[in-house]
């Protein structure tokens, strides 16, 4: 049961971050259509979502927490 | 002294614990990302110095959004199989890493699309830059799918479980910076203008 909660947690996150991802994706765009001189803004969207692959997806907190036994 | 990356002497590394073992793997893994971001950087400071913040008018802006969006899907899909075979779900685990290189091959096909039907030449800045990214990343991509095939292959024979699921993981990390790397990609290509 527990195992099950966990799995379903881990699933709904999964879902959720891709949805955030295909947002800013959405206003990456829209900025890219909209505003002239948009460097800026769009450096400051990629580096969000490569954070949030890095931090949700990638797990890389994990470098600097103990790791469990086993694999 | 020759010594690990952890500080203990290099005999000792034979008899690290599978904990340890996983620590060490980790930080290789993540080392091999780091050198490779500097590799896609130096591509990326490049466009910028060859072509500027120009990009062509005709670019296929619709194949583009649409090669993302696969991309990000297919970083999801990695995510649940790695999920999944955490919780000991080897089924739902191999059912999403399927899923994961077929999008995978989706997004290279659209790369192919891109290039065959691209409106400006390798000759100009912007295609130098263009081809030599897209070429790049597609054959990290196309790595990428060989390295998620091999691991599907030996999670379907029982080598990968919830207790021994670091190839898996390994994997899909790469797939996951693999994505990274196009995240920044995509708008230096195709949306940016100064």
Known sequence: MNEERKEAGAARLGWLVFAALAVLTAVEYIVAAEVGRNLVPLLVIAVVKASAIAWYFMHIVALWRAPEEGH | MVAT????????????????????????????????????????????????????????????????????????????????????????????????????????????VEWTTAEFGIGEPYGTAFFAMTGLHASHVVSGIVILGLVYRLCARGRFSKERSWGVEAAIKYWHFVDVVWVFFYPALYLVSW
């Open chain 2, 5 to 112: 990356p952890l500080g203990e002497p290099l005999h000792a590394a034979w008899h690290l614990s599978p904990a340890r073992r996983l620590r060490i793997n980790q930080a290789g893994l993540w080392l091999f990302f780091f050198s490779e971001s500097f590799l896609f950087g130096a591509l990326l400071a490049a466009r910028f110095y060859l072509a500027g913040t120009e990009r062509p008018a005709h670019l296929n802006q619709l194949l583009g959004l649409s090669i993302t969006s696969i991309l990000l899907a297919s970083s999801v899909t990695a995510y649940q199989s790695e999920a999944a075979i955490k919780q000991g779900y080897i089924g739902r685990s191999l059912a999403f890493l399927a899923a994961t290189i077929a999008l995978g091959l989706v997004f290279v096909a659209g790369v192919g």
